[in-house]
């Protein structure tokens, strides 16, 4: 993929991750528009140059709306990245957690079907273009504290592959974007040993540049996670993994 000369669209780039690719790709020598929730990081990214537009993947007509702005902006938009998410702790031996899984799943996995919808009548009548979407290493080795998170990104990339063979001849790539735990503000919390973000989003931006761009873009950093299964290790590594239930608050001591 060249990244010099794109016109990309992130959804949900207000921070972490997408804030950061956003700038990565702008200082690639593409053009960048952001979409998000949070009006003070958008006007923040709008102080550094980034066209932006408010944006809530959980409101169809929020999405819609968006659409219509961005494309207005930006008509030659050729690249679109669906980085919302919402990263949340769920007990599930307490009925109370299926609120925080209806959030997570309208969020990771809706929201991501939400903001393709909208977008791919323009890029397939353009014959040329890309979708990214971002699941996780969580969708292929579960962090047992929060297993929506990990149900809503196994199906994003379930859906990711499908998306890739219904587009195949329309000239509209599709790329899974497979983090692992990246030190953004977020992460930090949760896993003190994350990948930290700047090295992170070279790595990223490297693999991207590659031609042929990969279907997925996988650090070094997430291949225990990617072919766990694969490897034997998977079993193992999530009894490790489940040691992290004492971080849900009715477990602790």
């Given at each position: ?9 992130i959804a949900?780039?207000?921070s ?7 700038r990565?790709?702008a ?13 003070c ?8 140059g980034f ?5 809530d993947?959980?409101d169809?007509?929020?999405?819609t709306?968006?659409?219509?702005a961005?494309?207005a ?52 009548q ?22 929506s ?5 196994a ?8 998306l ?16 692992p735990?990246?030190?953004?503000a977020?992460q ?6 994350a ?7 070279t ?5 991207l ?11 070094k ?20 993994r489940s ?5 849900l608050?009715d477990?602790?001591?």
């Amino acid at each position: 993929m060249d990244l010099s000369n794109r016109t990309v669209f992130i959804a949900g780039g207000t921070s972490g991750i997408g804030r950061e690719l956003a700038r990565r790709f702008a200082a690639a020598g593409s053009t960048v528009a952001i979409g998000g929730r949070n009006p003070c990081a958008l006007s923040e990214l709008a102080e550094e140059g980034f066209t932006t537009f408010a944006l809530d993947v959980t409101d169809r007509a929020s999405v819609t709306s968006a659409r219509a702005a961005v494309l207005a902006r930006h008509p030659g938009l050729d690249t679109v990245v669906t980085m919302s998410g919402v990263m949340l702790l769920e007990d599930l031996r307490d009925p109370a957690h299926f609120e925080t899984a209806e959030t997570t799943i309208d969020t990771n996995l809706l929201g991501t079907i939400r903001v393709i919808d909208a977008f791919t009548p323009h890029l397939t009548q353009r014959r040329a273009g890309t979708f990214i979407t971002v699941t996780s290493g969580i969708a292929f080795l579960p962090f047992p504290p929060m297993p929506s998170y990990a149900a809503s990104k196994a199906a994003v990339h379930a859906y990711t592959e499908a998306l890739r063979a219904q587009l195949d001849g329309t000239g509209v790539g599709v790329v899974e974007l497979v983090p692992p735990a990246v030190a953004t503000a977020d992460q930090h919390e949760v896993n003190p040993q994350a990948l930290p973000l700047d090295d992170f989003a070279t790595e990223v931006m490297h693999l991207l540049s590659q031609d042929p761009t990969p279907q997925e873009i996988l650090v070094k950093g997430v291949l225990t996670h990617r072919w766990a299964e694969r490897d034997g290790t998977y079993h193992g590594l999530v009894a490790q993994r489940s040691q992290a239930l004492s971080m849900l608050p009715d477990r602790q001591g």
